[in-house]
């Protein structure tokens, strides 16, 4: 005979409404907020270890530098008389197989746009990459000027792509030598580099094969690479750069570098660095004022005609029209244009 109970029903005290001691929130809550913190600050400390393996061997890229002039320099002074100031402390200097410094000018924002649309990258990342696959760093080399308009378009500029060395120069193109010897004693300052090169900004330039050519091994430490040529000294102001010195100088002129591109190694650096702004003369070329210094010294010249190529090639290294122009003639459009070309862009790279 069936049961007339019904099933049994189990409950849970704890659960039942009728338990005489309700649970309290408070330790619920403490638990959730303890929680949430651990959480947070996990997060913060992955992020902050993401953030330092990713930028950990790349240094700060717009410096400024101020020339220490006052002959007892303050303690704070580098050897060579530069004071680098910028956010970051650079208390090693950053060691690269090259250095290419790219000189700029205030009226130059177009030359620079078609740069960072070409060969050289226009963010922060892209330059480290160029760096880690080249063993070269890249950066616009510009001085100061009066005008605060030019300033603001500038600060504006090196916020959005962060990659200039400020020189404490008046920048201004009669004053080039000046801006130069400038350079260098920055760069060394800052960069622990093989080679050091000066480049200008209305050039095509294969980083890849730049990097090519700086690491072959050479037997003389004291090394100045460039497309060279034979040129005259410059004694008189009032004679423009094309005109005939053979009757001041006769036939013999010496051997120096076209302007647009040359490399020094570290050893030449280090030694032209220690130097005052008034120990060498300054002619009013600045590749004629370099290469009477490279003359002085003794250096050993490296002619390099790839770096004074006329069209892309599968070995040119830099392209420019020599001689109609110093540079690329009308080097905005030209960049673009030579970019497209496989000859210019292509991944070919024939090495020696």
Known sequence: MPSSKGPKIFHNRSSSSSFPYPRK???QIFCLVLG?????????AISRSLLHY???????TTVSVVWENNANANANANANGAQISQSKDVKNRHKVMGFVGIFTGFGSVGRRRSLRQTWLPSDRDGLQRLEEATGLAFRFIIGRTSAEWK?????KEVAKHDDFILLDIVEEYRKLPYKTFAFFKAAYALFDSEFYVKADDDIYLRPDRLSLLLAKQRPDPQTYIGCMKKGPVFTNPKLKWYEPMSYLLGSEYFLHAYGPIYALSAKVVSSLVVLRNDSFRMFSNEDVTIGAWMLAMNVNHENTLELCSRECTSTSIAVWDIPRCS?????ETRLLELH?????SGTGTVSE
């Open 36 to 44: 949430i913190t651990a959480l947070i600050l996990g997060l913060f």
């Open 340 to 344: 497209k070309l496989e000859e210019c």
């Open 151 to 155: 300033m603001s378009v500038l600060r």
């Open 25 to 27: 929130p408070t330790a």
């Open 327 to 331: 540079g690329l003639c009308n080097p």
């Open 54 to 60: 990713n930028c950990k061997s790349f240094q700060p």
